[in-house]
Nanobody, 126 residues
Framework: QVQLVESGGGLEQAGGSLRLSCAGSGRTFSSDAMAWFRQAPGKEREFVAAISWSGGSTYYADSVKGRFTISRDNAKNTVYLQMNSLKPDDTAVYYC???????????????????WGQGTQVTVSS
């Protein structure tokens, strides 16, 4: 069974940091693009960050640029999201995703990714 399992979410104060992890199992994701999305209550799911299969290219939403860092360890089949300078607006369920990026697909589009985790809650208090 192919799975992506997120961990590391929780409650943090504004200005604090959290590190999310997403471990893959059932197949290797080392040739896949991987990404993080988030969904706040009453809002649509939105792109947060993405990373190429090699880790050589990264992409961020403007709202998190300079505060969040995406990375991956292909030997561990795991992608990470380091979140610093957290804000209450970062409160959401965070999902990791994996997929085969093609030339005509967008890093920021959820349709690019065929595998999804179940999500982990991040709550930032003011």
């Amino acid at each position: 069974q192919v799975q992506l399992v997120e961990s590391g979410g929780g409650l943090e104060q504004a200005g604090g940091s959290l590190r999310l992890s997403c471990a893959g199992s059932g197949r290797t994701f080392s040739s896949d693009a991987m990404a993080w999305f988030r969904q706040a209550p009453g809002k649509e799911r939105e792109f947060v960050a993405a990373i190429s299969w090699s880790g050589g290219s990264t992409y961020y939403a403007d709202s998190v640029k300079g505060r969040f860092t995406i990375s991956r360890d292909n030997a561990k089949n795991t992608v990470y999201l380091q979140m610093n300078s957290l804000k209450p607006d970062d409160t959401a369920v965070y999902y990791c995703a994996a997929g085969q990026k093609t030339y005509d697909s967008s890093w920021q589009s959820s349709g690019t990714y065929g595998y999804w985790g179940q999500g982990t809650q991040v709550t930032v208090s003011s």
